[in-house]
């Protein structure tokens, strides 16, 4: 005599659910068709003379009620929330467009008197930093000794000419290291925001500047 128990059903329902992203049903309806070959199987293979209770079988279709009101609420709670997600990156996205924010990137364009504006991290102390300036074609157009800054995010700006407002530069900043020589340093300049890019769900989000896209988490500052 073959038989089924409760056990067992749910346990080939599971298994089942592994191999079931390639029919592209969902898992509800999948627990639900696995469940119903399952009931078939033991019925056909019950002994006559000792059939399964009524009982028992109105319990395993109550179970499995249970399993299917869970899943589709555990799928309605999972829609809402990225719902939620994608609409709140979206709202933080369009208030960005037009700010101004400070970014990872040693690119940006000067402001409307010719100056740059932006942020230097220092691993640590140092006597003085030097400021090496170019031009969109990568000639040098000016370097500076901004003097003594410590550990930690610094403010700090640069002066161009002002008939060059709006021209793309590079930046590099070096610190000062104590045997004497130069090291490279992260800069953080200002950039306006043309436009955003919200990744999928609304997370990964890219803020895009005329020098480039980088994502959100390169943003040190909003408003300079």
Do not use: C, H
Request: no cysteine; aromatic share 4%.
């Amino acid at each position: 005599m073959n038989t089924i128990d409760n056990t067992n059903v749910f346990q080939q329902i599971n298994k089942a659910n592994q191999a079931a992203d390639a029919t592209g049903k969902s898992k509800s309806q999948e627990d639900s068709d696995m469940f119903m070959k399952l009931m078939i199987a033991q019925m056909k293979n019950q002994d006559p003379t000792s059939p399964t209770d009524t009982e028992a079988f109105m319990g395993q279709i109550s179970n499995m009620s249970q399993v299917e009101s869970m899943n589709n609420l555990t799928n309605s709670i999972t829609s809402m929330s990225q719902a939620m997600i994608t609409s709140q990156s979206a709202l933080q996205a369009s208030s960005m467009v037009g700010q101004n924010v400070l970014i990872s990137t040693d690119k940006t364009l000067s402001d409307k008197d010719g100056g740059i504006k932006g942020a230097l991290s220092l691993p640590g102390n140092t006597d003085n930093v030097r400021l090496t300036v170019t031009d969109s074609t990568g000639k040098v157009v000016d370097t500076v000794e901004l003097g003594k800054y410590n550990a930690g995010n610094s403010d700090f700006k640069w002066q161009g000419p002002a008939d060059k407002a709006g021209e793309q530069y590079s930046l590099k900043a070096e610190a000062k290291l104590k045997d004497g020589s130069y090291e490279r340093i992260d800069t953080y300049l200002d950039n306006r925001v043309t436009s955003v890019t919200l990744g999928k769900n609304g997370v990964g989000m890219q803020v895009n500047t005329a020098v480039g896209s980088t994502s959100m988490a390169n943003v040190l500052r909003i408003g300079v």
